[in-house]
Every structure is written in C-alpha cells, then in structure tokens.
C-alpha cells in the first residue's frame, strides 16, 4: 500500500467517525422530539431566545429580564424532559472523538494532531517496521562482560 492509499484510507476514517458522531446525535434528537412536549417546548425556546435578541438590541431591559426567567425555566423543563427519556443536552450535540477538529482532520486551515498521529501509526502499520521498537530507557550496559566490547 502506498502513502496516497494510506491517505486515502485515512481520510475515509475519519469521515466515517464524523458521520457516526452527527448520525448518533441526530438520532437523539428525532428520539427527543418525538415527544410532543419537547417538540413543543424546542420550539418555544427558540421563540424566546429570538424575542431575548431582540429585547437586547433595542435596549428592553424590563422584557430582557423577564424573557431570561423564561428562557431559564424552559431549560430547566427541557432538561427533566430529556432525562425523562434517558437523553441529555449533550446527547443532541456530536460527541467528536478529537474536540480540536471536530474529526475532520483539519484544524485552521492546517493538518490537526490527531491526523498527522493517525496517519503516522498506518504509515508505520503498512511499512513493516516492528512497531515496539526498543528505546534507550530499555537500555542496560551490565549485559556485556567481557571489558573489551563496552
């Protein structure tokens, strides 16, 4: 196998793992909203938060403080709806294996750590090197007897 297949092959991985995490939370919130009132609780978040924005930009300090109670006590009641149903917020939102790139690979415009890592154990893998390679911590000069080899 060559580096480009490598590559290649790394690249699919990691789509695979980006996809699995949005299916997962995808399916979490299909799960939630079949629940009637979290469906229209969700809805009834995103209303306040859009009036709370609203409030804020034109300097209603009086409706801003009441929608932030409101906002606050639906969270509370969306929280006890989803734990209701064994979910959690976080469940809704992918749960990525590398936070930096959010397992694209890329981070920045850059190749992320967790790539160049990934990409450097197959390299290793398909090169046929033995990968538990001894180090000098390993390294014991009383081995040797005989003065003259040390």
Known sequence: MNKQQIINDLNILYSNKRTKAQTLAYNNLLKARQNNEYAKLEKQI??????????????????????K?????????????????????QDLSPKYTCQNCHDTGRRAGKICDCYKK????????????????????QFNENIITNAEQK
Not at 82 to 88: A, E, H, N, V
């Open 46 to 67: 995103k209303e306040i938060k859009f009036a709370l924005g609203k409030a804020q930009a034109f300097e209603d300090t009086t409706a801003a403080k009441s929608l």
């Open 69 to 89: 109670q409101q906002l606050d006590s639906a969270t509370v009641k969306e929280k006890q709806l989803l734990l209701q149903m064994g979910l959690s917020k």
């Open 118 to 137: 990934e990409l450097y154990a197959m390299l290793l893998k398909h090169s046929g090197a033995k990968t538990n390679l001894s180090s000098f911590n």
